[in-house]
T-cell receptor
Framework: GDSVTQMEGPVTLSEEAFLTINCTYT??????LFWYVQYPGEGLQLLLK?????DKGSNKGFEATYRKETTSFHLEKGSVQVSDSAVYFC??????????????FGKGNQVVVIP | ETGVTQTPRHLVMGMTNKKSLKCEQH?????MYWYKQSAKKPLELMFV???????ENNSVPSRFSPECPNSSHLFLHLHTLQPEDSALYLC???????????FGPGTRLTVT
């Protein structure tokens, strides 16, 4: 079935550093891809999305490009801030029928930004 | 209220108690979801409702009983839970054509 794989382990980096979180996917069709962010004590928030190959999603300085040839949707930010410390989830939608979109989530990556 | 709301935000219950979690979405969506998020496992989809009808039960134990009286409200009734059921329970909703799901803040459940 459809699945998402995120790189293992937490990510710790200094303020203003460049952030990359890898995400690869397996899908039989043409999924939509998402990045969600979860701040401490909160639910998941949609960060950005891309619905077809070569689309670039962007929000709050974060970007990710839907790469069909490498089945990837890596998240990047050029200069992180302490406030970006959170857990980041990559997800895909299997488009399981009208009005009902089931998301397959990756395991998430804890990002810790040190001042 | 906007978005997806969940009550209570925190709940402590004994193994013999009965309690309910409530979720309400103010987005006009037609699908609603319950997820379990624990420290040891990735996000787990529990139940899916579409136009008030349950379309998925992801092998969830019967001590968790969902209820969806209308497209805006979703409940999770809890009884005789186990300590390993302690987790963050997240509710989400979606509209068919947009694909993204919108999440509530979650209920942090502790079973003692």
């Amino acid at each position: 079935g459809d699945s998402v794989t995120q790189m293992e382990g937490p990510v710790t980096l200094s303020e203003e550093a460049f952030l990359t979180i890898n995400c690869t996917y397996t899908a039989t069709g043409y999924p939509s891809l998402f990045w969600y962010v979860q701040y401490p004590g909160e639910g998941l928030q949609l960060l950005l999305k891309a619905t077809k190959a070569d689309d670039k999603g962007s929000n709050k300085g974060f970007e990710a490009t839907y790469r069909k040839e490498t089945t990837s949707f890596h998240l990047e930010k050029g200069s992180v801030q302490v406030s970006d410390s959170a857990v980041y989830f990559c997800a895909l939608s299997d488009r399981g029928g009208y009005g009902n979109n089931r998301l397959a989530f990756g395991k998430g990556n804890q990002v810790v930004v040190i001042p | 209220e906007t978005g997806v709301t969940q009550t209570p935000r925190h709940l402590v219950m004994g193994m013999t108690n009965k309690k309910s979690l409530k979720c309400e979405q103010h987005l006009g969506h037609n699908a609603m979801y319950w997820y379990k998020q624990s420290a040891k496992k990735p996000l787990e989809l529990m139940f899916v409702y579409n136009f008030k009808e349950q379309t998925e039960n992801n092998s969830v134990p019967s001590r968790f009983s969902p209820e969806c009286p209308n497209s805006s409200h979703l409940f999770l009734h809890l009884h005789t839970l186990q300590p390993e059921d302690s987790a963050l329970y997240l509710c989400a909703s979606s509209q068919g054509e947009n694909y993204e799901q919108y999440f509530g803040p979650g209920t942090r459940l502790t079973v003692t």
